[in-house]
């Protein structure tokens, strides 16, 4: 969010294109807020090189490159390729139910299981 001035705590509104996520639909306005830290399950918004996303946060992962946030759209059977945890623009202010933060746990389980047999991205 530094690109966008914005510090921990500011927040920015963004128009949502695209209906893969249950909880917000295309064309729908989100307020997303800058925090320190995110949860298994929030909805986050993610800086990627020629666009931005609004996933689901799985959890954090180390790479060779740093920490990096691991996110899957709720209708993708497969998630996101990872980011870097510094691209991370902001969590959605949505009210996220409890079966989405255990299901983003489950998936978090299953990629960080993969990841340490090598077979994982």
Known sequence: ???????????????????????IGDGQSVQVRRQRLYLPGDLIVVRRRDHWNAHRFLGYAPSVHGLVALTQSDDAAERDPAALASAIVGRATREVHASDRLGALGKYAHAMILRAAGVGR
Request: glycine share 22%; charged share 25%.
């Open 1 to 23: 969010m530094a690109g966008l001035g914005l510090g921990r705590g500011d927040s920015v509104e963004f128009s949502v294109r695209g209906d893969c996520m249950r909880s």
